[in-house]
């Protein structure tokens, strides 16, 4: 998908979310869901053509106030609007994600254990990880390496999802993710080339996909389902490595919640 046909149908799936008696505006005779694109321009500010325009993903001039102004309109999270932004307008920091994997970033991810931890790009890819991770989380060996990817084992892996408690809320929340790295990310081919194999493999997904939900992973709090069909509940941190943009080291500590 380009950028400007993700910039449209994001704006197209939260103007549907909206309720128009929230604004002021009779809900009867919509022949869709949701606000009208000439109820976002008032509501924004901006002349019903330029919002039209917008949302058809047509090269125009936007100011950062217009854009904020919009996202007030369609009750985005800050996160929801720091991804709009660098839609619209970039990244002003692009990177290319490291080729290499720092020899002490393996220290550090090995220093970990016994607690699991491994390393992540940006686009998900799992690239190493201790033997609490292969132990507790998953065991990335035991596929191909074209696979070794967060969302992807969500959707494709059979082994990999039913160790996932509460499935269907932990793989939103992954695509979710997904479209933040994806949004922020230089190399868009790394993020393209998995939602394009996604797309041919899994029907889930691509009604998952639909969704365009977005949000960022930094702290929170995972459910892995054990072999003997007993649920490990952990809390984990995402850090990116320092001088190395676009790496992430994610660290699993087990939490003090009841296990079932």
Not at 243 to 255: A, D, E, N, Q, R
């Amino acid at each position: 998908m380009s950028r400007n046909a993700a910039v449209k149908d994001f704006l197209v799936k939260h103007r549907a979310k909206l309720n128009p008696s929230d604004y002021g505006f009779s809900p009867l005779n919509r022949r869709v869901s949701g606000l009208r694109r000439e109820e976002v321009a008032q509501l924004a500010a901006v002349s019903v053509s330029w919002y039209t325009w917008l949302e058809q993903g047509r090269e125009i001039s936007i100011s950062p106030a217009a854009l904020q102004r919009i996202g007030k309109v369609l009750k985005l999270s800050p996160v929801e609007q720091q991804y709009l932004n660098t839609m619209v307008f970039g990244n002003d920091a692009p990177h290319q994600a490291p080729t290499l994997l720092p020899a002490e970033v393996m220290a550090m991810v090995d220093a970990l254990n016994p607690h699991p931890a491994f390393v992540r790009r940006d686009n998900m890819d799992i690239l190493y990880w201790n033997q609490a991770a292969q132990m507790q989380i998953f065991d990335w060996s035991a596929i191909a390496e074209a696979d070794r990817n967060s969302l992807k084992l969500m959707f494709v892996c059979p082994a990999y999802k039913q160790k996932i408690y509460q499935w269907e809320q932990a793989a939103r929340h992954t695509i979710a993710a997904f479209r933040a790295y994806q949004a922020a990310g230089s190399n868009r081919d790394d993020f393209t080339a998995i939602v394009d194999d996604l797309t041919a493999r899994s029907s889930e997904f691509r009604t998952m996909w639909d969704y365009h939900d977005v949000r960022k992973i930094g702290t929170g709090n995972k459910a892995i389902i054990n072999n003997d069909g007993r649920v490990s509940h952990y809390t984990y941190t995402s850090l990116e490595v320092e001088h190395s943009p676009g790496l992430y080291l994610i660290f699993y500590l087990p939490s003090d919640q009841p296990q079932s």
